[in-house]
């Protein structure tokens, strides 16, 4: 198994890919635990799909891909924060519009265009498509998501548990909505080279659930996040390797088994709980 490891390292494009897949991790654990909470859970599955449509329109029109992407996704934040909070329109409703929308946007310029290659490597995530420039361009955004976060980390505490008595205290609630939001988009962007479109967002709320089915403090439950996040990851990237196939899918099925793991301790601890109380 070692020797698989040294292997994996040797070769450079996995050193990129595992630099940038680590950032991303740590990005997604810390918004993870917040966007479940406030039940924003489906706001990265939607920027995500925003981002394809973005990455299709670059495509397309030979442009970089993340320097229409950025800008996109990050606009694409900000109008599904002001169509939840104030229109008549819901959350998930908000989501289901402007996704679908920037997909099917995409979905015509592909088909247009005929241009596919790269779009399957983010559409999917390939590993060997992270460039050096892709990896700095990454180690940079993950870096501002990281400073801000922990910057804001009480304000953004206040609003999760609770955005009412927050707003009564005088806390510009919108503002720090508006942070979230960003650093959201942001992490949705860094993490679509690795994970691909379709399963970045899955990066975000695996860890998180995870992690709440056995801490219950909000730092216990980052830090822990945070652990679950990078070592599923690593050990992902690991059977993506050795079974040749994406490194995408194979994180997420074992975030998901690591998920299930956690729920069967939670749901033993609590009947063992309820005996003991009998």
Known sequence: MFDMIFEMFSYNFIVRAFIVGTLVSLCAALLGVTLVLKRYSMIGDGLSHVGFGALAVAAALNLAPLEVAVPVIIIAAFLLLRLSENSKINGDAAIAIISSTALAIGVVFVSVS??????????????LATTTADAI?????????????ILFYNKIFAVTFD??????TGLKTGVYN????????????????IMGTLLISALII???LSSMRVCKKFKSVILCSGVLSLCCFFVGMCVSYSC????GA???????AVFLIFRLV?????????????
Do not use: H, Q, W
């Open 114 to 127: 005929g241009v596919n290659t790269d779009l399957n490597s983010y559409l999917f995530g390939s590993i």
């Open 137 to 149: 361009m990454c180690g940079i955004l993950a870096l501002v998501v990281i400073v801000i976060f």
């Open 163 to 168: 955005e009412t008595f927050s707003r009564a």
């Open 178 to 193: 508006t942070v979230i939001a960003l650093l959201t988009a942001l992490t949705i962007v860094i993490g679509m080279r």
């Open 206 to 208: 695996f860890p998180a």
């Open 244 to 247: 040749d196939t994406p490194t």
């Open 250 to 256: 194979s994180v997420v099925i074992v975030n998901a």
């Open 266 to 278: 939670e749901f033993i601890n609590s009947k063992i709980k309820k005996n003991n109380s009998v």
